[in-house]
């Protein structure tokens, strides 16, 4: 390999190698140097191999989360990339975050481990970083992580688990745990048959195998060059997303010769293409959060793109992929239609080609050398743009005077879409615990044409902003077949979930001047999602008047959300203190582009 165009470099090798970085920790830089290569000699590794470039590999198996349970094979099979490719291949932990075992939700946790993913990645003599993740909050937190190091970074996803069977019929989580438990609660099927299917519905190791958080943010990450195309969709347990690792770790060399860093290679083209596949896909409302995040970690895109252009993309961008929830099919499906091979030479006339990639190709260059031959199957899974699923706009930025920064509805999946276009009185719940008491109270006034409004569940005000925006219909109303209902919140939805919900509002209510967060029952809200608007029926005056009493009495207050930021130990203090807004991806002020240097 040493003598392949690429790798004939020894200067740009030697200059390059990760021992030999920030040499000045001990004083010395040559005693640094020596003392770097005693310790690291101790695990056995010759001159020859620290010679080479280091490709670092962040590890993030753990037993809590099954959706990495292939890591140790993706780890040998990348290792085999590196080594054939003339680097020598070192992997490191960093923490792991599951959906299910991070409390009180792994959004909370996300922002740690980008710091994780950031501070190991610099601190460590690597010349090129390989990041294996794949659960909801561990790409996005990676990115971010990856982006602020600005070192060669390479994702390397676990992919999507299997469907499984449950009657002849498929299942996969978690669209249809929620589904099939609903069914549970209706006494349409019994404890023994719900108990079956809970052992299929995530009958192997990967991530959730719907349009979840997980597959879109694996989508989003093909879309901005990070990663092979097929490495959004091979399915975990497959020999192809091994092949996948191995042309990861070959990669991984290259980009640490050239120096490809996602700083340089990631641009606002790479991000508004990012913005196409979201819609086109019909993504989860979660990666607007997490791609705002991403975004505002880039020093140079920073400040281009905000959700007004992610809204502007949708308007021109038709929803192609026919999977859950918007759809019926499995993440399986999309990979064996051509997956984002297939989408990319679709959505071909919409992408701006001259987006850079991992490997140094644009994506236009990318697309020219693999070309996709059609077939049936790939037509009923990934529509053309001619016959789309739903013609535009899946997911939509609302604004107004209760959200002035901006707010997400993902109108692809209203179940009844005249509520897109909706007058209503609000029915207001200040925070989560006051849903649980009264939602279901049989003497709650509330009609099909209310609209529900949930406070306190944004970032500083349930830290971790939970996702509880799917707000359930209240029970009088279930049981006279009201299927959906115009809800709006500050918080999040799962990616798998479906309504007519309004989400993220920002700023949110916990902040003394939020007029979110003034909203009382009665209120006329309007809602029109085609002209993009969400606004409070009351005068500027009134609405300015109930901002300035209730800031003066939450300024006031010892026991708001707000006031009690200061007095916090521990990470979730610095979480409530630092944490931005929904709008601008819930990072850490700090840790942003346009934070402090
Ligand atoms: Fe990990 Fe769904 S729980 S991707
Ligand atoms: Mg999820």
């Not at 959706?67 to 590196?82: D, M, S």
């Not at 992610?310 to 038709?318: H, N, Q, S």
């Not at 901002?547 to 708001?560: F, H, N, P, V």
Request: with cysteine; aromatic share 4%; charged share 20%.
């Amino acid at each position: 390999p040493m003598e392949n165009a690429d790798y004939n470099l020894q200067e740009p090798i030697i200059a390059t190698t990760g021992l030999r970085r920030g040499l000045t920790s001990y004083g010395d830089a040559h005693f640094s140097l020596f003392l770097r290569k005693v310790f690291i000699k101790a695990l056995g590794y010759s001159e020859d191999a620290l010679s080479r470039p280091i490709i670092g590999i962040i590890n993030t198996g753990s037993g809590f989360n099954p959706c990495h349970g292939n890591v140790p094979q993706l780890i040998e099979a990348a290792k085999r990339g590196i080594h054939l490719h003339g680097g020598i291949a070192i992997d490191f932990p960093t923490i792991s975050l599951h959906e299910s075992f991070s409390h009180p939700t792994s959004m909370f946790l996300r922002n740690l481990m980008s710091m994780d993913t950031e501070e190991m990645i610099r601190a460590q003599p690597v010349d090129a970083c390989i990041m294996i993740g794949g659960c909801d909050k561990t790409v996005p937190a990676q990115i971010m992580g990856g982006i602020s190091a600005n070192k060669p970074v390479l994702p390397l996803l676990t992919g999507p688990m299997m469907p499984g069977s449950h009657r002849g019929k498929r299942l996969g989580a978690c669209t249809d745990c929620r589904n099939n438990w609903a069914s549970y609660r209706a006494g349409q099927i019994d404890m023994e048959e719900i108990g079956a299917i809970n052992e299929e519905l995530a009958p192997t190791i990967g991530t959730c195998g719907v349009m979840g958080t997980a597959s879109t943010m694996a989508c989003i990450t093909a879309a901005l060059g990070l990663i092979p195309l097929q490495g959004a969709s091979a399915p975990a347990v497959s020999a192809g997303r091994l092949r996948i690792a191995e042309q990861t770790g070959a990669n991984a060399v290259a980009a640490a010769i050239n120096q490809r860093t996602p700083q340089n290679i990631l641009s606002v083209d790479s991000f508004y293409n990012a913005a196409v596949v979201l819609q086109a896909i019909g993504g989860s409302t979660n990666a607007m959060v997490h791609l705002m995040a991403i975004i505002n970690r880039h020093p140079a895109v920073s400040g281009s793109i905000d959700l007004a252009m992610l809204d502007e993309v949708g308007r021109k961008t038709p929803l192609l992929v026919d999977l859950k929830p918007s759809g019926d099919n499995y993440m399986t499906d999309f990979h064996n239609a051509g997956g984002m091979l297939c989408l990319l030479h679709r959505l071909r006339p919409l992408l701006r080609e001259s987006a850079m990639t991992i490997t140094g190709e644009t994506l236009g260059e990318v697309l020219d050398k693999n070309p996709f031959r059609d077939f049936a199957f790939s037509r009923s899974i990934i529509r053309t743009l001619s016959t789309p699923l739903h013609p535009s706009s899946s997911l939509v930025v609302v604004r107004g005077n209760i959200a002035p920064n901006g707010a997400v509805c993902k109108a692809s999946a209203s179940k009844d879409k005249r509520l897109l276009n909706h007058r209503g009185p609000a029915v207001v719940f200040e925070n989560s615990q006051d849903l649980a008491l009264r939602l279901d109270d049989p003497d709650l006034a509330v009609t099909s044409d209310s609209v529900l409004v949930l406070k306190g569940i944004g970032p500083i005000g349930n830290p971790g902003m939970p996702e509880a925006g799917l707000i359930p219909i209240p029970r009088k109303l279930a049981a006279q077949g009201v299927t959906d209902m115009l809800r709006i919140s500050d918080g999040r939805m799962s990616g798998t979930a479906g309504g007519t919900i309004i989400l993220h509002v920002s700023p949110e209510s916990a902040i003394p001047d939020s007029p979110f967060g003034v909203i009382e029952t009665g209120d006329i809200i309007v809602c029109d999602v085609e002209n993009r608007l969400l606004r409070l029926d009351i005068g500027d005056e009134d609405l300015q008047r109930r901002i300035a009493e209730r800031r003066q009495k939450l300024e006031t207050g010892t026991d708001s959300a707000w006031n009690a930021r200061s007095a916090r130990r521990g990470y979730r203090g610095l979480y409530e203190r630092e944490v931005n807004q929904a709008h601008d991806g819930a990072d850490f002020s700090f840790l942003t582009a346009r934070g402090p240097a």
